[in-house]
């Protein structure tokens, strides 16, 4: 983010509905506290209140938001090199990732809006602490399922959409999508208070409902709707019953699909972050069933289960959080998700090999583009075989390719050092690429002008090399120690 250019928010793909009195709410909090978290139920709407609140803070903000989302990290580790990747820190030379970030930010009158937190509470709340201690211009908005429990918090639990008015308006906002000129009237105005009102204003699951009106009119979607929902708990609306509600939406959606497409569904959440098709063709499909992977993939986009967006003219794929979680669900229960999630890694590490065959000609720029698109997925497939026995060679045959892309291109040294000394702590000493994987690490160190321990990585790579190197390699605290490598 230089200075010029300034909110650096994702763009929104879908219109959005109502919310005025929460998004002034939340820029009152934000001027009161340096922290302010939304929380509430999967697909309550957290996400993009945050959005619209940052887009609308442009002023008091004078250098901008920066939206860093988080489902797609698993390791709370890498946090701050994923925040300077969004920032655009390129050059981190000699610092670590935390201390870039910081430094950035430092003299910045910035929003740092940080998406989907729950599942790195602790690594959240300590970058919150650093940035609130060492920038004052900046505040946090961070969406999380649950509250950071950071002492400058301030909790603003996000309500569902207003039934009879929001809630409403949403659904046709999205079943013109589906069926261009569906329009409310007098006549369907009753079915739809009823699907928004059944469906408790959860807008997640009314985005769902509206796909349906491809083949179903609001009154059967709201019989529908009664039929199911009656088996759940009645009575008060509270957030339980919520959960219940969108769970019923979800399951309701999961049986309309084909076999087809619910394997697709849960297969695909696998994925972290986004994928293109040529990944879902290898990690989506089975002879078994035909596995028409492009057509699938068509209906679920269909059906809002997987978005659609384009990254330099190429199209790929992703799935709000709380979808991806219930396909993950499925794929466990099957007792399919170790398999495939094998076919995810096995996909990413035969990316990486192809990259870096083809580095030195002329679609160099185009594997830059495409890497830089599979961040997150590269890092899960590094840490699914850092994980399993027997399988962290995978991992350091990825990391010893590639060297340009991670160390000059991004200024990604100090993360891809941290993947190596994980991968030569768990390889066996006896490893045949060991020695160059120091070598590699070596120059990792040397681009971030860390000479005393380039020297110590060269030393023990030319042991190693030597048929000396009896002794397993540790890297000095410095690299790894902050990230608990
Ligand atoms: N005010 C709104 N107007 C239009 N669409 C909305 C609105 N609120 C939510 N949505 C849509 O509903 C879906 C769920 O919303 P969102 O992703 O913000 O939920 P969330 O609370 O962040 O869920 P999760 O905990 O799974 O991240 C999204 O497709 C989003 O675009
Ligand atoms: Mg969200």
Redesign the pocket.
Known sequence: MAREERVVVAG?L??????QDEVAEVRRLLGEARLVT?T?????????????VAQRSVRAFADGAVFVEL?ELRDGDLLPNHVAERIGLHDQSGRGALDAVLEFLRDRRALLVL??C?HLVDACASLVDAVTAACPGVSVLA?S?QSLGVTVERLFP?PP?EVST?AVT?FV?RAVAVVPGFERTAGNEPDLARIAERLDGL??A??LAATWIRSLSPAQIADRLTGRLELLTSGKRDAPHRHQTLRAAIEWSHELCTPDEQAVWSRASVFAGSFDLDAANHVCADPEIGGDVLKAVDALVDK?VL?REETAGHARYRM???LR?YGQERLDGSGDLERVTRLHRDWFDRLTARADAEWSGPRQVEWVARLRADHANIRTALGWSLARPGEAEVALRMMCGLDEYWGQNRGFSAEAQLWLDRALAATPATHPDRALALTISALYSLWQTKLDDTDRRLAAAEELAAGRGTTSWTPASPTSAAWGG
């Open positions: 929104e879908t219109s959005f509905v109502g919310r939304l509430g139920p999967g697909g309550v709407g957290k996400t993009r209140l945050a959005l619209q489902a998406d989907n729950e969406t399922r996000v959409l929001e949403l906002d807008p997640l009314i985005e809002s978005l709000l959080e709380t979680e």
